[in-house]
């Protein structure tokens, strides 16, 4: 049921000649997802350190102005080794190529490329799978994080209880995550109704090929051979 419901929505949305073969809804994901993925690059935490004895939140933002730091290296400010400091540094990488995937699908779905390559793409819808892919691997990397920070607050402090949460920046890439599955979804649904409705088309005139001039047979009907009946006042 929730699947011919979401192939007739796709199929009435692109029925206008002005939006066929356009994947609206797909592409307000794609969008949905950048947006998301952009607030949670801005100064909001991803991990919040309880006790009191650091920084109380990491942000990707803070990750931008560090130089170069050795595995073995410890930032008591951050309760940062220099392995969580690569770590966020891959998980900033991982955000920019999710904006990369998540905008070539919002322009494949609205800007419709001919190039064969392209609608193969778009046909199985490669750039959702993508983001939904680096997404999945930043959401394991930030499990790993708090792992080590735990166990850096547990050596540096041993004495102090703490505890590592995740934050709001972590919910917002695991919402866009989300979002991005969901739009990946819609966009092989709508793609597979639109192959489907053109199979349709194709075995139809398939069908008739070989009795096609009867459809526009310029032949008049036969006239009538029964006179009129006679006038009566």
């Not at 607030?39 to 942000?59: A, D």
């Not at 410890?74 to 940062?80: F, K, P, R, T």
């Not at 190529?97 to 793409?121: C, E, H, T, W």
Request: charged share 10%.
């Amino acid at each position: 049921m929730p699947r011919n419901f979401l192939s007739r929505s796709s199929l009435w949305v692109n029925s206008s000649p002005t939006l066929q073969f356009r994947n609206l809804v797909p592409a307000a994901f794609h969008i949905v997802t950048v947006t998301l993925i952009s607030m949670s690059l801005v100064q909001v935490p991803w991990f919040v350190i309880k006790g009191g004895v650091c920084s109380p939140y990491l942000s990707i933002g803070q990750f931008f102005s560090f130089g170069y730091i050795n595995d073995d290296t410890h930032n008591l400010a951050y309760c940062i080794t220099g392995t969580i400091v690569n770590l966020m540094r891959t998980i900033i990488l991982f955000l920019f190529m999710a904006i990369i995937f998540s905008l070539a699908g919002f322009f494949m779905d609205i800007l419709v490329p001919k190039n064969i390559v392209y609608k193969i793409f778009r046909k199985y819808a490669v750039p959702g799978t993508g983001t939904v892919f680096w997404i999945t691997a930043i959401i394991c990397i930030c499990y790993y994080v708090t792992i080590l920070l735990e166990e850096s607050l547990e050596n540096t402090y041993p004495e102090i209880d703490t505890s590592v949460t995740y934050g709001y920046g972590f919910y917002l890439i695991a919402s866009a995550g989300g979002i991005a599955l969901i739009g990946t979804f819609c966009t092989v649904i709508v793609m597979q109704a639109a192959e489907s409705s053109r199979n349709d088309e194709r075995c139809l005139i398939n069908r008739y090929s070989d009795n096609i001039e009867t459809f526009d047979s310029p032949t008049p009907p036969p006239s009538y051979s029964i006179p009129p009946p006679p006038y009566a006042p």
